[in-house]
């Protein structure tokens, strides 16, 4: 979009607001001027009863899913509409993060919805639980968490309780599922299949299929410390049973021990 068009994009806008705005103070002061039969044809008119709702912002979600949240919506004036009531009726949808309401004279209601984003799974017997970027539970799953890291080590009939100590652990995983998002990581998001929550410092984590340990809260240079030496590992063609980070300054390589 050049300079022309986006000054005519932002005429456009403010003069949708300037007509918004003389439009709201034209029925105020007919209010004023004609009592109470005026407002009460205002409430009752169907020029301003809502016949549009506008979605903006759904991924996993759909409309139909979210039309019973809404109720009688559609009869309401959108003149005396609640739209608090509304959005805490929207936020009560366990993947719904938070929503915005807004008018748009005379029909038209928009909502904006922030949806949750699943960053791992937690499993209680054949249940599995999606946890979003807070650690906090979503919903059920069906699906078994695919394409999800499990988090592992925590005990779940606490945690679902609110016990301090278990929500931490599983914080404690979800931070460090995050900072393998970040670029100095240099993973592929599918390689990360497990963290387990061994103690209050450390975690193993399996990416790739081998066992890394690290020690909480995570820094880059103990990753950093490993791809030094990744390649050399990989010429070397040695069986990993697991690599430790957890001391600063070393990479303690333990090699699969052969059965006798």
């Not at 009592?35 to 008119?45: I, N, P, V």
């Not at 699943?118 to 970027?133: C, N, T």
């Not at 499990?150 to 995983?173: A, C, H, N, P």
Request: aromatic share 8%; proline share 3%; hydrophobic share 35%.
């Amino acid at each position: 979009m050049n300079k022309r068009q986006q000054n005519r994009k932002k005429k456009r806008h403010l003069l949708g607001i300037t007509v918004k705005a003389i439009f709201i103070l034209f029925l105020v002061l007919l209010g004023i001027a004609g009592g109470e039969s005026l407002m009460d044809w205002l409430d009752t008119s169907s020029y301003f009863r809502i016949h549009e709702i506008d979605f903006q912002g759904l991924n996993r979600l759909t409309e139909n899913q979210l039309n019973p949240y809404l109720g009688n919506i559609r009869e309401q004036s959108l003149l005396k509409i609640d739209l608090d009531e509304y959005r805490r009726r929207l936020e009560s949808e366990p993947w719904i993060k938070s929503v915005q309401l807004k008018r748009h004279f005379p029909d038209r209601v928009e909502i904006r919805i922030d949806e949750k984003t699943p960053i791992s799974f937690i499993r209680d017997g054949g249940e599995v639980y999606l946890l979003d970027q807070e650690g906090k539970t979503i919903t059920r799953d069906t699906t078994g968490g695919k394409g999800l890291p499990e988090i592992k080590g925590v005990l779940l009939s606490r945690f679902f309780r609110g016990d301090e100590k278990e929500v931490r652990k599983v914080q404690r995983g979800v931070e460090f599922i995050k900072s393998t998002m970040k670029p100095n990581f240099l993973i592929e998001r599918e390689d990360l299949t497990r963290i387990v929550l061994q103690s209050e410092d450390d975690l193993e984590a399996t990416i790739g299929g081998t066992s890394f340990l690290f020690r909480c809260p995570y820094s880059a240079q103990q990753w950093l410390r490993f791809l030094a030496i990744r390649n050399d590992l990989l010429a070397r063609d040695i069986v990993i049973e697991n690599v430790d980070l957890r001391y600063t300054g070393k990479v303690i390589v333990r090699p699969v021990k052969e059965k006798a």
